[in-house]
């Protein structure tokens, strides 16, 4: 059994800062449930630009609001506190908070933890062991 404190979390090396969000990487690939689970702001006014090319995710806004723009369609959907959005064909978006925003967030594969976003708005591939044949 694993148990974590989101407090505890923020104030260690896995909770990630970068332009627009912070993320307090609750649950990574070393703890070895297939997924990663984070907490995730994202800061009012923001304009954040994504494509996770490596991995899928699936997010739930607790708090704020905001609006995703899928750049595939050029659809712009609002957001609130109840809604999830799950990105499960790599989908290129941008992200525009109104208010902060509180997420909760998984990814498939997970992440180690310290990655940040590429220039491309990407997660870059985890460098993962072989899997020996029989």
Same mark, same amino acid.
């Given at each position: ?9 923020? #104030? ?52 704020? #609001? ?11 959907? #609002? ?56």
């Amino acid at each position: 059994m694993i148990l974590r404190n989101l407090n505890d979390i923020r #104030k260690s090396d896995q909770n990630v800062r970068s332009d627009g969000w912070a993320s307090a990487r609750m649950l990574l690939e070393q703890d070895g449930l297939g997924f990663s689970f984070h907490v995730t702001t994202l800061f009012a006014g923001a304009e954040l630009k994504m494509h996770y090319q490596n991995h899928l995710e699936s997010v739930f806004v607790l708090k704020g #609001k905001g609006t995703i723009e899928d750049l595939g369609t050029g659809k712009t959907h #609002k957001l609130k506190a109840g809604d999830l959005y799950a990105l499960n064909d790599h989908d290129r978006h941008i992200l525009r908070p109104e208010t902060d925003m509180l997420t909760a967030c998984v990814f498939n594969p997970p992440v180690t933890g310290k990655e940040v976003h590429d220039e491309s708005g990407a997660y870059p591939a985890a460098e993962r062991e072989p899997v020996p044949a029989d």
